[in-house]
């Protein structure tokens, strides 16, 4: 069995965590902050943070347009809340100055499930992963309000899409790298290396 290499990227947001979770999923894990990090890995986790934030360091570290070359090209992105952000196609309540990503035909609105003070957990039942409902940490989380005919929805809380895929691109609302179960980062490693 191929050991993939997923980078997470490093220019802020909940790095250490998903490291951590991508390797008990039998990844091979790492920062990724520059674009020639980025060529070296297979695959690439997008985490929670601040999606405005992170979109400017993007452009600070010369990382956007390599990132969306690598998204265009087929390169599989995982991006839990902030990276779910930065992986829509089209945002509600975003910045004017907001760049994102692409690569899920979704609209996504930012911190729909409420402030900071607002935040819980909640169990989710996502398809395709078997043993139970996933743990979901939602932390000023986006939903998605809608998709596009590419995109599959594979989770919902509340009446809200909160975990979508399109090909090889994940995406969900929550934090599963904050619960200690690794099942959706094995769900991720598992479409990596079915691509290898």
Same mark, same amino acid.
């Given at each position: ?6 980078? =997470? ?10 490291? *951590? ?6 990844a091979v894990?790492? $920062? +990724? @902050?520059? $674009?020639?990090e980025l060529?070296?890995? !297979? #695959?690439?986790?997008? $985490?929670?943070?601040? %999606? /405005? /934030?992170? %979109? ?11 990132? @969306? ?19 829509? &196609? ?19 609105? @930012? &911190? ?16 395709? *992963?078997?043993?139970? $409902? =996933?743990?979901? +940490? ?16 594979? #989770? /919902?809380? !509340?009446?809200?899409?909160?975990? +979508?895929?399109?090909? &090889? ?19 991720? +490693? !598992?479409?990596?290396? #079915?691509?290898?």
């Amino acid at each position: 069995m191929t050991t993939p290499t997923i980078g =997470v990227l490093a220019l802020q947001g909940d790095v250490r965590e998903h490291l *951590i979770a991508l390797a008990a999923a039998d990844a091979v894990a790492r $920062p +990724v @902050r520059r $674009p020639e990090e980025l060529t070296e890995v !297979d #695959a690439l986790v997008i $985490p929670g943070g601040e %999606s /405005t /934030t992170m %979109s400017k360091l993007a452009v600070l570290f010369g990382m956007l347009e390599p990132l @969306r070359e690598r998204v265009r090209a087929g390169m599989p992105v995982y991006g839990t809340c902030a990276g779910m952000i930065m992986l829509a &196609n089209k945002l509600l309540d975003g910045r004017e100055d907001q760049e994102t990503l692409g690569g899920i035909d979704m609209i996504v609105r @930012r &911190n729909a499930f409420g402030r900071q003070n607002e935040s819980f957990e909640a169990k989710i039942d996502f398809a395709g *992963i078997e043993g139970g $409902p =996933v743990e979901g +940490v939602f932390i000023r989380a986006p939903w998605v309000e809608s998709v596009g005919g590419g995109a599959e929805v594979l #989770a /919902t809380y !509340d009446g809200h899409t909160v975990a +979508v895929r399109q090909g &090889n691109v994940l995406a969900t609302s929550f934090h599963p790298e904050l619960t200690g179960d690794d099942r959706v980062h094995a769900y991720f +490693v !598992d479409m990596v290396r #079915a691509g290898l």
